[in-house]
């Protein structure tokens, strides 16, 4: 007897200290995942905070009528044909007299943005009384002097490693000691579309791509995901055919994504002439790719309701059908949208379906409509990414965290949908 509770002891002692192990590596794996989540989401933060925000340089302008309103018509839509790009210079050469040839103010000249031409026009347009007036004015900076501004530490670097030279170097000390240099809000990244320039590119013009490619996708492949699901699970025959729906739509799910995009390419644009980089063709492309997803998830949810709320509906003389609509799909309407949402953040994460149908076009409009041309925001970030000037990098964490956002609150809603209208039988 001894012998076997010694055994019985050993034996237990074994399986608790295989126990402690598999919690160790658990535990373990857990906190390498949650330290590399840490890590890769403080560097995007710390490399995209600096998106938000943008360098303006204070100069005094004169509004010179001449340029603006050479002949005194006071009408604004006259001042869209001023030079403003002269009032710059002007203003530029009047801070720093020192600069006379031409060569030398051409590398001043790259201090202040071409946008703040389209900034000068504007105010000029909406306030009339301003011509024939000097008035300091903060415009935008280049992204040259945007990044050297952004990091202080590129001062001290040799002139052959920085982005400016020292003549330059010593320009942008000047408008520091002056006080003339100031960080501002950097608005252009929430209200434009890509630009060539990295201090007049935003996010704007991908977001409503991304909006407008979803609502396709969602208008698509819910109602058919859904009447699928429904068939499928609750009213089609059992038997070869249904089997091999069935087993093909499961392999569906496990296909590439960008398989959906050369085949997108082969029927939508090359068969039905579908315009190329618009948001309805991407919607068609990813509604391909969630419909398996989205019909997955409905016949999941239909099997968790209980086959007694079918048989009490059939019971009190209702048919299959409206067992199956009326009282079945109600309540398994809660699995079905968190199935639904968490297709569709999948779907906004995709960029290489879309790069195969176009969409990987530089688009500097905004969208208006489901058939302009238009890119969405995992593409930006690629398109921002590859590109060569240091001010995009700051840009490409900036959209991966506009992207992350969106992400999280489509999963938040989902995790809220399920426990809020979630039943338990």
């Keep these: 007897m001894s012998k076997n509770t010694e055994l019985i002891s050993k034996s237990l002692e074994k399986r608790h200290r295989s126990e402690k192990r598999f919690r160790f590596f658990g535990i373990l794996g857990i906190g390498t995942a949650v330290i590399f989540l840490i890590t890769i989401l403080s560097s995007i933060f710390v490399e995209g905070k600096g998106a938000f925000k943008s360098t303006f340089i204070q100069l005094e302008i004169n509004f010179d009528q001449e340029i603006i309103d050479p002949n005194k018509t006071n009408n604004p839509e006259e001042f869209k044909f001023a030079n403003y790009k002269l009032l710059i210079n002007d203003a530029l050469k009047n801070y720093f007299p020192e600069v006379k040839d031409r060569k030398t103010f051409r590398d001043l000249s790259v201090f202040i943005s071409s946008a703040a031409e389209q900034n000068l026009m504007k105010l000029a347009m909406e306030n009339i009384e301003i011509i024939g007036e000097s008035k300091k004015i903060w415009l935008l900076a280049s992204s040259t002097i945007d990044v050297i501004h952004k990091n202080p530490q590129m001062e001290n670097f040799l002139e052959e490693d ?142 968790a309701v209980p086959p007694s709320i079918r048989e009490a509906a059939i019971g009190l003389g209702a048919t299959k059908f409206q067992a199956v609509t009326h009282h079945v799909l109600p309540q398994s309407m809660p699995g079905i949208l968190t199935g639904t949402i968490i297709g569709m953040s999948q779907a906004l994460g995709e960029s290489a379906p879309l790069l195969m149908i176009g969409m990987v076009a530089f688009i500097v409009d905004i969208p208006g409509s489901l058939t302009d041309s238009a890119t969405v925001l995992p593409v930006q970030i690629y398109l921002w990414k590859s590109t060569a000037a240091r001010g995009f990098v700051e840009l490409t964490a900036a959209g991966i965290m506009v992207l992350l956002t969106f992400l999280v609150i489509m999963n938040s809603v989902a995790v809220f949908v399920r426990q809020k209208f979630e039943k338990k039988w």
Aim: some cysteine; aromatic content about 8%.
């Design 162 to 303: 920085r982005l400016i030279n020292n003549i330059q170097m010593s320009w942008f000390n000047a408008l520091k000691k002056n006080g003339d240099i100031k960080f501002g809000l950097n608005t252009n990244f929430l209200s434009n579309a890509d630009s060539t320039e990295p201090e007049q590119a935003g996010i704007l013009g991908s977001m409503l791509g991304s909006f407008f490619t979803l609502l396709v996708t969602l208008l698509l492949c819910f109602p058919v995901a859904v009447a699928s699901g429904v068939f499928l699970e609750e009213l089609a025959p059992k038997n070869k055919f249904t089997d091999f729906i069935e087993i093909n739509i499961n392999n569906l799910a496990a296909v590439p994504s960008i398989i959906f995009g050369l085949l997108g390419l082969a029927i939508f644009l090359n068969v039905m002439h579908l315009p190329r980089s618009a948001p309805i063709v991407g919607g068609m492309v990813l509604a391909l790719m969630t419909l398996p997803t989205i019909i997955i998830s409905t016949r999941a949810s239909l099997k």
